[in-house]
DNA sequence: ACCAACGGTTCAAATAATAAACCGATAAGT
DNA sequence: ACTTATCGGTTTATTATTTGAACCGTTGGT
């Protein structure tokens, strides 16, 4: 990787959790030498994508980031467009909705819409990315990638998240190529023991999937009708921000869908 | 500047009005050869800052930038918070409202609100910088920044944008003086012959100004009434997005704006 | 069939990135 | 008050990366 890519990389390093961050803690984070990370910072901060807060001389993500937002935005609505979608979905089914896409082979959560039926909830405030192996989302947009891809992502160490998660890329397969007929991905207690989440992939115009939108329910809640009725809504949802982004749904699919809703 | 630097140029070199560009084009406009150009996009591909389109090979900006975007908010609420507040100065004002913040030295309008009261309106969609010089925005941002930061932009060459625009950097001083002391900046045809607006700075929790939120109003229809108004509802809208950003506003400019209003 | 321009690639030469040591300041421990 | 450790930031020769002219295969227009 060149010199662009490690300062770019310097970016992922400032998490939810953990958002300023100061020199010699980012320069250890990112394994770099602390000249060499004083450098990147700089010229990261001369640009905006990163700023130094004025006290304690931490640095955290800066103006710039909001300006290449609301830019693509306007070219691209993707966030914005779909948020009220995910709102809808949420309040549908009492449970968090959540919309994903893939950012240089990540997943990565762009948007959380909770419910206020439940006290209870499944957060995503901490979430940075999401496991393709161990999420229904994952599953969902793994379903549809090219072998390269999912071979790339299978081979890497499958971490056991919970005692549900599965491990074994033999059985992931076979979920998979289920997930790529039916176009719903339904996953029990994989990510966190007591949550449920089922997803569907998301479309671009050229009927390529690049990311996911999903429900993530409290387990012990959840009953076979709501289950039936999450699918349903679910669906729903996928069909609507697909269409809203210019994206379309391949025809396999959107049979598959039809007959599930 | 560094090579990192030069990688976040081009991403400059993406506009409203130019929002896909090809990779020779890139090249031509950013001033850098055709391989160099082509290494630094990958870098910026393979991060997610830009993304290439499938047909054309174009390149835009990439998904990553609204990923940035949501944990920056999450964090140092900017866009979000103001943008009710904005929208709320258009409604009351019947014009476009905007706000902008300095960027690496570069005044950039952050968001904007329409009003629905008139037929005719400023838009600000195609505009990615403003000039300190010619506009209400940039004389109330650098009616407040250091000496060095004024004494830079006033060497630089000051565009006569229309027949009004102040070029002469010592008749600027006195304005930027004047704005120092009363905290609003008003232009009349400064930026477009047609065009006035009217200008507060904000506050970050330092007390530096960072940006400004202002008023653009075709001057045809604007009585020393309205202005009045305007004015006093500016500094109500820039008191408030200053405290909403945990910003504080000098206590000089604080009385000076007491008996403006 | 031709030509020009496109996106992308190659490789020697030039330039920029790197890392160890260092600096002054600040804070904690004794 | 003295030591010690760590902080953000700087300097330097060494090193590795970036650079750009030329080149390739393809595409689209004439």
Redesign the interface.
């Known amino acids: 990787?060149?010199?662009?890519?490690k300062?770019?990389?310097l970016?992922d390093v400032?998490?939810?959790s953990r958002?300023l961050i100061g020199l010699s803690d980012l320069a250890r984070l990112a394994q770099l030498n602390k000249a060499t990370c004083f450098?990147?910072v700089q010229?990261?901060c001369?640009?905006?994508?990163l700023e130094q807060v004025?006290?304690s001389r931490e640095y955290?993500?800066?103006?710039?980031?909001?300006?290449?937002?609301?830019?693509?935005?306007?070219?691209?609505p993707?966030?914005d467009a779909a948020m009220p979608i995910l709102q809808e979905l949420a309040n549908a089914t009492g449970e968090t909705a959540h919309m994903s896409?893939i950012?240089?082979s990540v997943l990565?959560p762009?948007?959380v819409a909770y419910s206020t039926a439940y006290a209870t909830r499944v957060t995503m405030?901490d979430t940075d990315s999401l496991p393709f192996h161990a999420t229904s989302s994952g599953l969902a947009v793994l379903a549809f990638q090219s072998e390269a891809f999912v071979a790339a992502q299978l081979d890497k160490p499958l971490v056991k998240l919970a005692v549900r998660t599965e491990t074994n890329p033999a059985n992931l397969r076979d979920r998979l190529a289920h997930i790529t007929k039916s176009g719903v991905a339904e996953s029990a207690g994989a990510y966190e023991t007591d949550v449920n989440s089922m997803a569907v992939p998301l479309f671009?115009?050229?009927g390529?999937c690049i990311g996911a939108v999903s429900v993530a329910a409290i387990a012990s809640r959840q009953s076979s009708e709501q289950i039936t009725h999450t699918r349903a809504t679910l669906i729903q949802a996928g069909r609507k921000i697909t269409k809203l982004w210019g994206g379309s749904v391949p025809p396999a699919i959107a049979t598959a869908w039809q007959t599930a809703a």
């Open positions: 990787m060149g010199t662009v890519g300062a770019l990389e970016l400032f998490t939810r958002p450098r990147l010229e990261l001369d640009y905006g994508l004025g006290s955290r993500l800066g103006p710039s980031v909001l300006r290449l937002a609301a830019q693509r935005e306007a070219q691209v993707t966030r896409l950012m240089a990565r762009l948007a405030e671009d115009a050229f390529s």
